[in-house]
């Protein structure tokens, strides 16, 4: 990704005075950047008659588009002549009108405010406006998307989250890994899940925590891995940026991603994470996703999304061992009390591997016909998904090609031996005595548990 860049506010009170119609469209936020990265054109040039028909062109394209999208080049074929442009509309407008005029605006009004630079960007709520003299729009693979220029949209009027202590490191993860776990699903539904390229969102807590509103989009033109990997760029830059506030915005013309503690856009959320709340119930036949914070907090989620909102096919993986791990064991991950003084299931199995008593794990009503060798293989396949380190754990098409091998009789032998769990130190309190060996059999140990009913964070006091 291209690195971030300031935006430029300048005349931008003269801006909206100027543009009523842009004023209406974009009251609550409106950047724009001169980018300076193409050089200058003069007036009359050949470029300048191209950028003047590009941006007379692109509103209407972009607004009659069913994806509300456009994309074009304008020229006599010379590379200096030749002006490239984007237009994006925020996917849940319907008013078309509203879209061709936030567009018409942004444009007209870089002209403007950026005069003769040949490179100039404009964000709004309702629509995102490019132009340059060089190809920006070119795609190459999957890793390669110029989101360019990226601006922090951060309201620093917002309040912060209750709670949020910036100089705490545990409130910092807490509430990181919060915005991380909305963007997360957004980028994953908008990215595989959406022709458009787009999410909506609603995330509902607790009582004490206010109900998060999110929208995050590519541009529909990019194929799911390239938006996939335009959205984890953002998410880098959110947990650079990110400072507790309820509300914000990161801003790119590639992609983008907003949440707020009010619902800004229109329509019912294609993902909903804590249970429905308020006006967001679902329809017969709705294909909204709805996620449970007790299924994410119990053990499902990888340790660095849950930490810090980090994201990744690899975080997949982890979530498929401890399923993997249920199936064979027949247990929760989440019911500490069958596992001694082990936190959960991966911690009691991976101690049970290392003393190799790895069958003691297995529920007795898959070993009856003679295949303890294939599930073993199983167990130890599920134990190099959930190691601790996202860059030891195996990607999906090498476990599945690790577990084919175990159907046809393949031992585990042949498979590397797998790293220890996420929080294997942990230990939960194991004896009845007052003890404080019996509180405190490690450094470190959780303080409370996930509750069945809400959202309870597990905290981590450090030993004295």
Not at 3 to 10: E, F, I, N, Q
Not at 35 to 57: H, K, M, P, V
Not at 252 to 267: A, D, H, L, P
Request: net charge negative.
């Amino acid at each position: 990704m291209a690195a971030a860049v300031l935006p430029s506010r300048l005349l931008f009170l003269l801006l909206l005075l100027s543009s009523p119609s842009l004023f209406l469209a974009a009251a609550q936020y409106a950047e724009y950047s001169c980018n300076g990265t193409a050089g200058n054109f003069t007036s009359g040039s050949a470029f300048a008659a191209s950028l003047d028909r590009l941006i007379a062109e692109l509103p209407g394209n972009a607004s009659s588009s069913p994806s509300l999208f456009a994309s074009a080049t304008v020229g006599g074929g010379s590379a200096p002549d030749m002006a490239y442009g984007l237009a994006l509309c925020r996917g849940d407008v319907t008013d078309r009108r509203a879209c061709s005029s936030c567009l018409a605006d942004a444009f007209s009004s870089l002209r403007r405010l950026c005069g003769a630079d040949r490179d100039a960007t404009f964000y709004a709520d309702l629509c995102t406006a490019r132009y340059s003299g060089a190809d920006f729009l070119s795609r190459g693979g999957a890793g390669e998307v110029d989101n360019s220029p990226v601006i922090n949209g951060m309201d620093f009027n917002a309040s912060t989250y209750p709670g949020w202590d910036a100089r705490n490191a545990t409130s910092r993860s807490f509430f990181l890994s919060l915005v991380g776990t909305l963007f997360g699903e957004m980028a994953m539904y908008g990215a595989y899940n959406s022709s458009r390229r787009l999410a909506s969102a609603v995330m509902f807590i607790n009582a004490q925590l206010p109900t998060v509103y999110g929208f995050a989009q590519c541009t529909p033109d990019l194929a799911p891995a390239q938006c996939w990997h335009c959205f984890q760029g953002v998410a880098d830059l959110n947990r650079q940026w990110y400072d507790g506030r309820e509300g914000g915005r990161i801003s790119g013309v590639r992609c983008s991603f907003r949440y707020e503690g009010y619902k800004f856009y229109q329509g019912r959320p294609d993902v909903r994470i804590g249970g429905q709340h308020g006006d967001e119930s679902s329809p017969n036949g709705s294909t909204n996703v709805d996620i449970s914070f007790r299924c994410l907090y119990s053990g499902y989620m990888s340790p660095e999304y849950a930490s810090e909102g980090i994201f990744s096919i690899k975080s997949d993986v982890y979530s498929f061992g401890v399923l993997l791990l249920e199936i064979v064991s027949g247990k929760r991950n989440s019911s500490h009390h069958q596992y001694g003084d082990f936190i959960n299931l991966l911690g009691y199995a991976w101690q049970l591997w290392r003393e190799g008593r790895a069958f003691e794990l297995i529920d007795p009503t898959l070993g009856e016909c003679g295949e303890v060798a294939t599930i073993m293989r199983c167990v130890k396949v599920a134990l190099l998904c959930v190691q601790d380190s996202a860059a030891d754990r195996p990607t999906m098409a090498d476990v599945t090609a690790m577990l084919a091998a175990g159907c046809d009789g393949g031992g585990s032998s042949s498979l590397p031996d797998p790293k220890r769990p996420p929080h294997f130190s942990l230990r939960v309190s194991s004896s009845e005595d007052g003890s404080e060996a019996g509180r405190t059999r490690s450094s470190s140990h959780a303080t409370t548990s996930c509750s069945t009913n809400d959202l309870t964070v597990t905290t981590i006091q450090e030993g004295r």
